[in-house]
């Protein structure tokens, strides 16, 4: 059974720094481009980063390049979200997600269950 | 500020039929496949239509998705109260070199 499961999320303060993790299972993590989503308290799904399986391709969304870092270790199956400079707007859940085996083209077809990250002074 | 616009909500009664607009642009829409998302209230997204007009395994044939040019459409035929949920859409951006998704959709069954 596939499962995402993300940690790291709690409070700080506005310029500080958080690192996300999602440790991933039931699959061949290596093979899998990965992405990180997040969705601010009652608003929609903003897609932030993804990382192609061998770290070949990096993507940022605007919002967050220059302060955010994606990264992975497939030794660990794991997924990281380096988050520095943090501001009160990007106070949200973040979602560890796997790019879907379906076809080649985007979409996500696993999901984890999300952890919140809260900057607030 | 999202790139894909949906409408804020769509309601019918129980049996009904839905459907769920996603407008975009020539370097999302225009050039890439669209998928569809499930979100349950306090649940994490569900993949619920990828490439456009594909179903997932497990994914009742109630939904359905299609594209023309820039736009997508997701339907939902017979609908059920387990039905009710934020919809979105989503796709690449070649421009952006990024994903983007819509504004979100919220489905109430009456």
């Known amino acids: 059974e596939v499962q995402l499961v993300e940690s790291g999320g709690g409070l700080v303060k506005p310029g500080g720094s958080l690192r996300l993790s999602c440790a991933a299972s039931?699959?061949?993590?290596?093979?899998?481009?990965m992405d990180w989503v997040r969705q601010a308290p009652g608003k929609g799904l903003e897609w932030v980063s993804s990382i192609s399986s061998t770290t070949t391709y990096i993507y940022y969304a605007d919002s967050v390049k220059g302060r955010f870092t994606i990264s992975r270790d497939n030794a660990k199956n794991s997924l990281y979200l380096q988050m520095n400079s943090l501001r009160a707007e990007d106070t949200a859940v973040y979602y560890c997600a796997r790019d879907g085996e379906y076809s080649s083209n985007w979409h996500f077809d696993y999901w984890g269950q999300g952890t919140l990250v809260t900057v607030s002074s | 500020q999202s790139v894909l616009t949906q409408p804020p909500s769509v309601s019918a009664a129980p049996g009904q039929k839905v459907t769920i607009s996603c407008s975009g642009s020539s370097s999302n829409i225009g050039k890439n496949y669209v998928s569809w998302y499930q979100q349950l209230p306090g649940t994490a997204p569900k993949l619920l239509i990828y490439?456009?007009?594909e179903r997932p395994s497990g994914i009742p044939d109630r939904f359905s998705g299609s594209k023309s040019g820039t736009s997508a459409t997701l339907g939902i035929t017979g609908l059920q109260t387990g039905d009710e949920a934020d919809y979105y859409c989503?796709?690449?951006?070649?421009?952006?070199?990024?994903?983007?998704f819509g504004t979100g959709t919220k489905v109430t069954v009456l």
């Open positions: 490439d456009n007009n």
């Open positions: 989503g796709t690449w951006d070649s421009s952006l070199s990024a994903g983007v």
């Open positions: 039931g699959f061949t993590f290596s093979s899998y481009s």
